[in-house]
């Protein structure tokens, strides 16, 4: 069956980075558009970024513009995701997902597969 592991989370303080990584396994990778979410509490699930299968290019919800990275190693079925500067407001859990032959919707309910988060703690 389809599994995506995220890994990574944990706590860091205002204005530093961290990467967060998941590895998917049981599907064709190069089949899927694969992305980041995130939801803190309290509020709805919000699009971070994606890969999109159509042309392999990365696209960013407008919170991570300029701050977040994407990043892939299609060797291993992983990609990434580097946030930098973060900011308290980052605080959530980060989901991965995987979208069949998808990756450009921003709403969650299109997503075929996710992860079970990892929390990121952003500290001012």
């Known amino acids: 069956q389809v599994q995506l592991v995220e890994s990574g989370g944990g706590s860091v303080e205002a204005g530093y980075s961290k990467t967060l990584s998941c590895v998917a396994s049981?599907?064709?990778?190069?089949?899927?558009?694969m992305g980041w979410f995130r939801q803190a509490p309290g509020k709805e699930r919000e699009f971070v970024a994606a890969f999109s299968w159509s042309d392999g290019r990365g696209h960013y919800g407008q919170s991570a513009k300029g701050r977040f990275m994407i990043s892939r190693d299609n060797a291993k079925n992983t990609i990434y995701l580097s946030l930098n500067n973060v900011k308290p407001a980052d605080t959530a859990v980060y989901y991965c997902?995987?979208?069949?032959?998808?990756?450009?919707?921003?709403?969650?309910?299109?997503?075929?597969?996710w992860g079970q988060g990892t929390q990121v703690t952003v500290s001012s």
């Open positions: 997902a995987a979208d069949f032959r998808g990756g450009d919707d921003a709403d969650p309910n299109l997503w075929d597969f």
């Open positions: 049981g599907l064709t990778f190069n089949q899927y558009g």
